[in-house]
């Protein structure tokens, strides 16, 4: 059992959690907050606190399929109420970028920051970075696990800064990443690109394969 299931902890290590309230007081705006991936509400309700310390008004939203282990919903939940935080205030999307972004473009749905922290594959790290069209100008992106571990978070990263000059990176602390949306420009994930994090990801994980063999 992951060990943030246990003790219901934050999987950002404590510099990580540093760099992420200092962007909060520094940068953050007023708006709806999204984070793609909660494991047991720890990271997350840091951030609450984080943003009522600052008075930025913010409206939480998570997406998460709540599958990462037994009850983890509920878990979630107990940890805000343990914060002294109501979780029928914080909007829980259950499910992924697939089945919930379509919705929230068609409701026009804008958010000021995103907290990415899902699956560490390229492709669905790559979906993920769609959200980035509902991002507010002067929005944050928060990236966790930028590291060797996962080349597909930091390929999908590396991409999409590379495509976008309307993004720039804000900073970063050991496996965390900070973006700030600078104008409106974006180019988008479309299916072209899509389709490029999918072979990206087969051969990473080609790559992985025969590392794994080679070190027997």
């Known amino acids: 059992m992951r060990q943030s299931a246990i003790d219901l902890s934050s999987e950002c290590s404590q510099a990580e959690r540093a760099r ?18 909660t ?11 984080w943003t009522r310390e600052a008075g930025v008004a913010t409206r939480f939203w998570v997406l998460d399929p709540f599958t990462y ?18 979780p029928d205030e914080v909007e829980f999307l259950i499910g992924t970028t697939d089945s919930q972004l379509a919705l929230q473009r068609a409701l026009g749905t804008r958010f000021s920051a995103i907290f990415i922290d899902g699956d560490h594959r390229a492709l669905p790290v790559t979906k993920d970075l769609q959200w980035a ?38 900073g970063r602390s050991e496996t965390l990443v900070v973006l700030r949306r600078k104008d409106d420009r974006l ?17 990473l994980k080609w790559k992985y394969s025969i590392r794994k063999r080679l070190a027997r």
């Not at 100008?137 to 930028?146: E, M, N, T």
């Not at 590291?147 to 993004?167: M, Q, Y």
Request: hydrophobic share 45%.
């Open 133 to 170: 069209e509902q991002l507010e100008v002067g929005g944050l992106i928060f990236a966790h696990d930028y590291c060797a571990k996962f080349e597909g978070v930091i390929w999908a990263i590396d991409r999409f800064l590379a495509r976008n000059p309307g993004f720039e990176l804000l």
């Open 39 to 49: 494991a047991a509400g720890g990271t997350l309700k840091q951030i609450i606190g």
């Open 20 to 37: 992420i309230r200092a962007a909060i007081r520094e940068h953050l705006r007023p708006g709806n907050f999204l984070e793609i991936g």
């Open 69 to 86: 282990f037994e009850d983890q919903l509920e878990k979630v939940r107990a940890n805000l109420r343990g914060a002294e935080i109501d």
């Open 187 to 203: 180019v988008p994930v479309d299916a072209a690109e899509l389709r490029r994090a999918r072979i990206v990801q087969t051969l």
